[in-house]
């Protein structure tokens, strides 16, 4: 550690994980040295003030190649995707992308999310998506709560909704379903070929 | 013979928990002579979903969705602004070769003519000279609320100003309301965290509405299903939680155009809201 007045400046050794920025530029395609630090990404977030790590704090990090403590943040899963930071940004860097090529890696890598129940949500959105063609909102609220353990979640919506004929209550598959399942099949194989080719170089 | 006619993709809400919606924007522009076709067979966007967990399932499915309407020959109009973001963003892929090659393989053929995507927004906006207002909506402030997917990637959806835009403002002063000036207009409304995380749902929208509130404005008007929902849904839960306490209709810009094209709101599905609108209308004349 070297000593410079009252401020301490520790020796950041590249390691490993430096491998981060060149696989967060190759999947995002944004040039993470162009961020200075402004903060106008972090000043504009609706959900930064529930993140352990701010936009602008996960843009460093990415910087300095820290992986394990981008891909703990909650940051990554508590994202809107609003794209307020991208549009902000004076640098022209797509946050949000970045964001979501943080959320790949993470999903690739680990398996498990720092917020699961985002991920739950996602993939239940997804299973629902293929099985239905077409969101079927009650099945997806059931297999939410079932698959997250949190049985109440908007239990209290339902009276109401139901009133309202605004949910059906059973499912209907758009005629374009087995075009949906196809679709799935096909971009998992896909994926799956170019998987090991990512995984070796992140 | 519609002066105007597009592929109609309402998007999955749209037929369930946006009723209103799709109703609204079947009705008005029925009444305007722009032909709705919906797409036969369309499925789901993919959302958010599709895009935060696998890349090229979230231009496949849209593809999907696109390619239909390149068999039809027509430009797509979206209700939904997520939809819209979705499909927009598929097309302006998909015009890269490498791309549009990849997907072609998912979907077993290439989409080579990329049809245009519009919001319903813009289609509307752009006939609002035509518009024949039989009850003007004289004396109601409207907060028009646009949120992120209508706006935001500028270089992708961006049909209007990305921090302060106006076209749906200038439609909604087309019909004769006033509409207010207020900062929260592309704030997020926590989106699809409806499940997942309500309570940075509850705070982002409760956020909007209190701004939209503190404007002078009597209700919300909105392009989304989802935002709807949020800022809708859950007035009640959210004036147990906060302070400042809301309560404010919010309404699609496609039901505020029904009314001022002399619909009834019993057609426009008024009363499947879950923050009344009908004393505000009823004390504008409107109802």
Redesign the interface.
Known sequence: MYYAGMVIIETITPSPSSQLRSWVERESGQKIFRCYQCGKCTAGC??AY?MDLTPRQIMRAVQFGLKEEVLKSNTIW?C?????C??RCPQEI?V?KVM?SL??LA?MEKGKAA?E???????A??SN?WRF???Y?LG??AS?NLR?RHFL??L??LP??LS?????ILPRS????S??K???S??YA??KESEMERKGTA | MASLTFAYYPGCTLHTTAKQYDVSTRLTCQAMDIALEELKDWTCCGASSAHLTNPLLAIALPAKDLQQAEERGLPIAVACAACYFRLKLAAHELSNKATNDLVGEVLGKRIDHIPQVIHLLQVLESKKADIAVKKPLTGLKVACYYGCLLVRPKNTVGFDDKENPQKMDSLIQALGAETTQWNFKTECCGASFVMARSDIMLKLSHRVLSQAQQSGAECVAVACPLCHSNLDSHQKEMNAKFADKVELPVLYFTQLLGIALGLSPRELLFDQHFTNPMPLLKEKGLA
């Open positions: 609706p959900a529930t508590v809107l995707h609003c794209q307020t991208s549009a797509d949000a979501e959320r790949l999903v917020v129940e985002v991920k739950i949500f996602h993939d959105f997804l998506l063609g077409r969101i909102e997806l609220g939410y997250s979640t908007n209290s919506m109401g909704m309202r004929g605004k949910l059906p758009a005629k374009g379903t075009r949906v196809a679709i799935f096909q971009v896909k994926e």
